[in-house]
Structures are given as C-alpha cells and as structure tokens.
C-alpha cells in the first residue's frame, strides 16, 4: 500500500523572450511516484489547465506541450511572469518568462505638398511632417 503522488514537471521552466517577440515551446511531463518512488513518467498529459497570463504574453497548450508567446514589446520596461499547469490531483508546474525592453526608433518624414518655384515677390510653400515610432524595427 502507498499513496501515488502525481507530479506536472515542464521540460523548460523558464522563458527569455527578445523585445520584438516570438513563441516558444515546453514539453509538459508528469511522474507517478508511490512512497517516494518514480514508478511512470509521461508527456502526453491531457486535460490540464494553463493558468495567469502575465501583460504581453499568451499561452496555449496541447496534449503534452505548452506554447507561450510574447508579443512585440513596445514599452521601455521589461516584462515577467509566471504560468501555471495544472490539473486536479496532480502537483503543478511553473514556467517562468521574461522579455527584454523595448527600443523605440523615432522616424521624421517632410513631404512638399506644393511645387513650383518661389515667386520673386515670396509665396508660400506648404510641407507635412510625419512623425512614426517603430519598436524593435517593426
């Protein structure tokens, strides 16, 4: 006699993202272990929950895997959090992530709406600056 214990164990637990973004991917691994010992081990984990969903990332997970993904960060801040797989009776786990500040790029552009040469007398002419900020090149 014993009592199983059932352990969710992420295969990466903790997720760097550069600024721009991008997705990365966990295979989620559970272990039965009765009275201390490992007596399976599996990745094909079904009916789990993925729980906190940390500003600027998303997460999806199917049998077995969870893929996060961080979105193109536009803020002079990094940003971090935790996700948690779960399921009833089972020990959670945790997948940490983190993403890099971004880098704003300030973009001016003139453009003459008017041509034609200036008058001796003077004239006018009218021009239209546009202003773009671009975070990480994108």
Request: a positive charge; proline letters at 4%; aromatic letters at 8%.
Given at each position: ?138
């Amino acid at each position: 006699k014993g009592t199983p214990e059932y352990i969710i164990t992420p295969s990466v637990t903790s997720m760097s993202f550069v600024a721009k973004g991008e997705s990365k991917t966990s295979v989620i691994t559970y272990t039965t272990k009765w009275n201390g010992i490992t007596t399976a081990t599996g990745t094909a984990l079904s009916s789990y929950t993925i729980s906190a969903n940390p500003s600027g990332f998303s997460a999806s997970g199917t049998s077995g895997t969870v893929t996060i993904t961080a979105s193109n960060n536009t803020t002079s801040s990094a940003r971090s959090g935790t996700y948690t797989i779960s399921k009833s009776g089972y020990t959670s786990g945790t997948i940490s992530v983190s993403q890099t500040k971004g880098t704003p790029e300030y973009i001016i552009t003139p453009s003459v709406t008017s041509t034609g040469a200036m008058a001796a007398g003077g004239a006018s002419k009218t021009s239209t600056i546009t202003y773009t900020t671009k975070w990480n090149g994108i």
